[in-house]
């Protein structure tokens, strides 16, 4: 089979590597000589990122860019309305990227100075590309990589639909020693609340970064092309912009900033006709608010090349790569939209509501509950030891039973003060740091009691409202926000009353920052109220209690350690049918499903010794593969698979 591909970008380099490394003959054919840079730079998150890694022609070259750690989102004012920790993203610049790509793909396969003309057919089937130099590429496979104004496209589908240009960009590269020292890990964005207009600033490397700005195209109107007048047309648009903006534009080169009009159009019935297929944005194009492109790109070029070796009829592969990549595509096309809308409209949204600029990745849209059967009403705290040290059953039962359960975490309000703390054998901080090494003692998870001796707690209300502020914001980061926080306070010593380390694992699991903070100082302690008050309610007097409810809301209460046995018992007495999913003990796989873990954690989950445990995790820790945090009574690792791309 020999594989025409009609386009020399980003989609066609990585479609024709993907294809060589299957040792399918390819021939790329690019109308222009020597790639511009034309598109300076753009974002791309682990969907795209781990392709391309897979591209590397060599173990030692990395994929280029700069890794974006936040998203920060403010007003001119300088208000911050959003701040999130960004999971596995960069920013590259295009040149660099083409850079990269090629050097994993023979230059004799590309031919460049050839621009698509038509195809030559024989019994309706395409057999040839010609190109307006006169040369013609013979195949048996024609793939459409010409991007957004795609001629084969066109010719293969007829024309499409664009919507109306209402929103313009400008974009530019500059370089700034000085912002580079305060912005040079964030994607910062200042957005307009009362019309179309946004400034964002994302860092290619050190001091330079990539920036753009985001105009409503019926209310401004650029009247000279030229650079002094695109300068100028910016000075205009962010006059009443803060310092940093116009600093960074007055350190920009005018001559390579252009005018960039933003446009869609529907999702296409179908990605292919006969033996011609589409890639990128010849085959869907969303707004540029989702910074989805590139990633989609390259994740077509997989998925299309994965399909052509799985099937031998072409007609099922086509078939099958629509069927896998159309849901994700409609998503990005429709959330463009809804951006674009908010950008327009922006008096009608509240600052809470506004959504993420940035595609999630396709894992977390596919992480998605089978059947929820069972409700399990978790009742805990966060400075609660036994809640700590019952997390490797926990996780085990998330892997292998986590379909079958849906899990609701209230907070049991476990320390009020220790005026009110219920008198017993542990009373004060010096007692609980005694218990806590016993605790760790008994059962091997890390908890370094010496907390209560250099920076005492006086209540666990504050964490516990937080955790709260995390549920309004994100059900599914919220317990996230909670393994860190308990992280936090049990191996690394830290007091999470305080509101810097609370703010900091909110940035960690990925919630809005500034969010947090108003839910956390307003409605978060009603909600905490009521799940003091649904705990008085059940008779919840220690912690962990989970109580596990079926459709027919029969109850069964557990208290504290119980075997897992017991668990597992709990859920086939309501599920008969219920089965056990198995663990893939692959270390990379658990650290996907879990990004830290303790010795006593792994090594549960593996099925193994903890001697065992510690020697694999030392091995991958010498390897790159873990950072870990040590404490006084054990280790916590962290996967380091991702930052390694």
């Known amino acids: 089979m020999k594989v025409v591909i009609i386009g020399g970008g980003i989609a066609g380099l990585t479609l024709g590597i993907f294809l060589r490394k299957k040792n399918i003959e390819v021939v790329i054919n690019e109308r222009l000589v020597n790639m511009p840079e034309r598109g300076h730079a753009f974002l791309m998150h682990s969907d ?8 590397s022609p060599d173990d030692q070259t990395a994929v280029p860019g700069k890794i974006v750690r936040d998203f920060i989102l403010k007003r001119p004012s300088g208000k911050e309305i959003k701040h999130l920790h960004l999971d596995s993203w960069k920013c590259i610049k295009r040149g660099d990227l083409i850079r990269f790509l090629k050097n994993s793909y023979p230059c004799n396969l590309v031919k460049e100075g050839r621009e698509f003309s038509h195809f030559i057919y024989e019994n309706d089937k395409v057999v040839a590309a010609a190109f307006r130099n006169g040369e013609l590429e013979y195949g048996d496979v024609f793939v459409g990589a010409d991007g957004g104004n795609s001629k084969v496209r066109q010719q293969i589908m007829g024309d499409v639909s ?7 960009e400008v974009v530019g590269v500059s370089y700034n020693e000085k912002l580079g020292k305060t912005h040079g890990e964030n994607f910062t964005k200042f957005q307009d609340n009362t019309k179309g207009l946004a400034f964002g600033m994302i860092p290619t490397d050190q001091n330079e970064f990539v920036w753009f700005i985001q105009y409503d195209a019926n ?10 007048g695109i300068k100028a047309f910016c000075r205009e648009l962010l006059k009443d912009f803060p310092t940093e903006v116009n600093e960074l534009l007055s350190t920009n080169d005018f001559t390579s900033s252009y005018i960039w009009n933003t446009r869609d159009f ?29 990633t989609n790109a390259i994740v077509d070029a997989r998925t299309l090349a994965d399909e052509l070796m799985l099937h031998k009829n072409l007609e099922q592969a086509f078939e099958q790569y629509y069927a896998t990549r159309a849901p994700q595509i409609e998503n990005h096309i429709l ?10 409209n922006p008096t009608a949204q509240n600052d809470d509501d506004i959504p993420l600029p940035l595609i999630v990745s396709k894992e977390a849209q596919d992480q998605v509950a089978a059947s929820m059967q069972i409700d399990v009403l978790y009742f805990t705290d966060p400075i609660c030891s036994t809640c700590w040290t019952i997390q490797p059953l926990l996780r085990k039962l998330k892997l292998e039973y986590g379909s079958y359960l849906n ?15 219920p008198k017993g054998k542990v009373n004060s901080p010096v007692e609980v740091a005694k218990h806590w090494d016993e605790v760790c003692a008994i059962h091997e998870m890390p ?23 995390a549920q309004m914001q994100d059900n599914d980061l919220a317990p996230l926000f909670l393994r860190r926080i308990n992280e936090m306070v049990f191996v690394e010593k830290k007091n999470i009353i305080k509101w810097e380390f609370l703010e900091m694992a909110a940035l960690e699991v990925g919630l809005d920052s500034a969010r947090l903070l108003r839910d956390f100082e307003g409605p978060a302690k009603v909600l905490f109220t009521e799940d003091l008050n649904t705990g008085k309610s059940h008779g919840v007097t220690s912690f962990p209690t989970l109580i596990f409810s079926d459709q027919h809301n029969e109850h069964v209460t557990i208290k504290g350690h119980q075997t897992y046995d017991h668990f597992v018992d709990i859920i086939l007495q309501r599920i008969p049918h219920a089965k056990k999913a198995d663990i893939d003990t692959d270390p990379k796989i658990l650290f996907s499903h879990f990004p830290t873990m303790a010795d006593k954690e792994f090594a549960y989950l593996s099925n193994i010794s903890m001697e065992a445990a510690a020697t694999q995790l030392e091995e991958l820790y010498d390897q790159g593969f873990l950072k870990k945090m040590e404490s006084k009574n054990g280790t916590l690792w962290k996967s380091n698979y991702y930052e390694l791309i």
Not at 162 to 168: G, L, N, R, T
Not at 335 to 340: A, D, N, P, T
Not at 407 to 421: A, D, N, Q, R, T
Request: hydrophobic content about 40%; overall charge negative; aromatic content about 10%.
């Open 48 to 55: 795209g990122l781990s392709k391309l890694k897979e591209l």
């Open 162 to 168: 664009f919507s109306p240009v209402a929103v313009k």
């Open 219 to 228: 209310a401004n109107e650029l009247k000279e092309q030229s650079p002094e």
């Open 266 to 294: 529907d999702l296409l019935p179908k990605f292919h006709h006969e033996n011609v297929v589409l890639i990128g944005d010849a085959a869907h194009l969303s707004l540029p608010f989702t910074s989805a492109g590139t």
């Open 335 to 344: 959330l463009g939209r809804e951006l674009k809308h908010i950008f327009l």
């Open 407 to 421: 899990i609701k975490y209230c907070m049991g309000g476990m320390l009020p003060s220790w005026g009110e703390y």
């Open 447 to 469: 908890i370094d009691g010496d907390l209560w001796i250099e920076d005492p707690m006086n209540s666990s209300y504050p964490p516990s409202i937080a955790f709260k502020a």
